[in-house]
């Protein structure tokens, strides 16, 4: 994982519309991160988004935030992401 990155070069700033996102720490705040750059994401956009985080997080990492975040990710995104980790199927919202 890299160490030291601008967070507000890497996502677009409205992400982050509610703090300075410069200030975030690629380690220390991943459970803000990893949910907030897949929260607008869709199927068209999904590989793009995914590719992103994968630069500097693992599997894993993606996976266990997004099962325990309190952000508003879709069922659709939990959908993609297991798809892509070839994981159990996991869902924000009860079906």
Same mark, same amino acid.
């Given at each position: 994982m890299r160490e030291r990155v601008d967070i507000s070069k890497v996502f677009p700033k409205y992400i982050f519309w509610d703090m300075d996102s410069s200030k975030l720490s690629i380690r220390r705040d991943k459970d803000i991160i990893i949910p907030r750059a897949l929260y607008a994401t869709n199927k068209d956009s999904f590989n793009k988004d995914i590719k992103i985080l994968e630069e500097f997080y693992s599997t894993k990492v993606i996976v #266990?935030?997004?099962?325990?975040?309190?952000?508003?990710?879709?069922? #659709?995104v939990c959908e993609l992401v297991s798809e892509r980790y070839n994981t159990k199927p996991f869902y924000r919202y009860a079906v």
């Open positions: #266990q935030i997004l099962k325990n975040t309190k952000e508003n990710i879709s069922n #659709q």
